[in-house]
């Protein structure tokens, strides 16, 4: 019979019900060293709380993330909560000797960044941040590609994120919108994502130059929804309160290797649900990847005889893919919470061999100190070199 890992997951709405479909789907699919067991799950509103558990197939839940932590039969701690609350629940789980699966970003800043990384280190336990898109099926054949050499020396790093659910004014003034709770707005949320995945596909950056704005300045206070699960609707009374996070960040970058990169993030961009878009162009040829097409890289090649020039769309499903091939027939497509399910199988893996597999807690820093690099660079009005705030 094959082992099993307990599990106590703090946290309960969007990327709890994600990372709970993971942890069911994963055994299915995959076949991972080890199951995971849904022990308990975490969370401060009893009501929602005991309905996200029998909805996500939980054995138990808990109110109190200190006693979820401490108890002797969790093994892995998994983190979906508000930024704010990472670092108590990281530090107090890596000297409990769980291991530990963390949202992005990994913390509010890079100080905290930097204390989670040494306490998991001191701990000797397994840890990963959840930067999901590494484990697109396209993403991980554009890697490929680049580091076979296929589209050559990497000139450009080009990168959006837009969406739109915040350009109503009267949208309530939700936690993401709290800088004492999320830390930063787009910029973390959104730009954390850019960030990571260029680090992964070109490299590390050498310096930023940015720009933020804030284009509601208040909004209703929020009410809290009965059935609330996805984090990412609300209602609002007529109280106002500031919002105190950005809407829209944008920023150049110049990478260690020499490539240029620009990276937008915004919550103001109508149309755009969630509309991650990434061309690299490099010596000899381009890669396009956009999220709301997540089965489908473009690869454009110099090498192609000119009458045949042009971007050529892949489709990156079925068995000659990693991660697609333990899904279904060429063809038949995965979506954004496969890409979770990917994440654990990793996470699984990388535990029973004692290693912590990328993205992780020293990735979450990397990330971190170009964020805030960015904000530096804000706040100064002119460029700053990433080794400026290590």
């Known amino acids: 019979m094959k082992k ?24 299915m699919f995959f076949d991972p060293p080890l199951l995971p067991v849904k022990k308990v799950i975490c969370g401060r509103t009893e009501s929602q709380l005991k309905e ?20 002797k039969d969790i093994e892995l701690v998994d983190i979906t909560t508000p930024n704010s609350t990472h670092k108590p629940i990281a530090i107090e789980a890596a000297k409990e000797g769980k ?5 992005k970003p990994l913390s509010m800043n890079l100080k905290e960044a930097k204390e989670m990384l040494e306490a998991v280190k001191k701990a000797g336990i397994v840890h990963m941040v959840c930067f999901n898109y590494r484990r697109v099926p396209a993403l991980c054949l554009a890697k490929k590609l680049i580091e076979e050499g296929k589209i050559g020396k990497i000139y450009h790093f080009r990168a959006q994120y837009l969406q739109d659910w915040i350009v109503d004014p009267e949208f309530p003034l939700v936690w993401r919108l709290r800088k004492e709770v999320a830390g930063s707005g787009v910029h973390g949320d959104l730009n954390s994502h850019l960030i990571d995945l260029a680090r992964w596909l070109v490299g590390e950056f050498e310096e930023v130059v940015g720009l933020r704005e804030t284009f509601i300045k208040k909004r209703p206070l929020p009410v809290e929804e009965k059935k ?8 609002g009374e007529r109280e106002m309160g500031e919002v105190t996070v950005d809407d829209s960040t944008l920023f150049l970058a110049r990478f260690k290797n020499g490539a240029l990169g620009s990276f937008e993030a915004t919550r103001f961009a109508l149309g755009r649900k969630n509309g991650q878009r990434i061309e690299i162009n490099g010596s000899k040829g381009s890669l396009l990847f956009e999220l709301e097409n997540l089965n489908s890289l473009w690869f454009y090649s110099l090498e192609d005889s000119p009458e045949l020039q042009g971007f050529r769309k892949i489709q990156v499903t079925g068995e000659v893919f990693p991660y697609a091939r333990n899904w279904w027939p060429p063809g038949h497509n995965i979506g954004y919470e496969h890409t979770f399910v990917h994440i654990v199988a990793d996470l699984l893996e990388g535990i029973e061999k004692g290693e912590s597999p990328s993205p992780n807690f020293e990735d979450g820093v990397k990330c971190q100190e170009v964020l805030e ?14 080794e400026e705030v290590k």
């Open 4 to 27: 099993t890992i307990n599990v106590g997951m703090i946290g309960y709405r969007f990327m709890g019900k994600a990372h709970s479909n993971a942890y069911s789907k994963v055994g």
């Open 52 to 71: 996200a558990a029998r909805l996500f197939g939980w054995e138990e839940y808990e109110t109190e993330w200190e006693k979820v932590v401490r108890r």
């Open 99 to 103: 291991h530990i699966l963390c949202e």
């Open 228 to 235: 609330l699960l996805t984090g990412l609707k609300a209602r």
């Open 373 to 386: 690099a960015v904000e530096r660079s804000i706040e100064k009005k002119k460029w700053v070199k990433i």
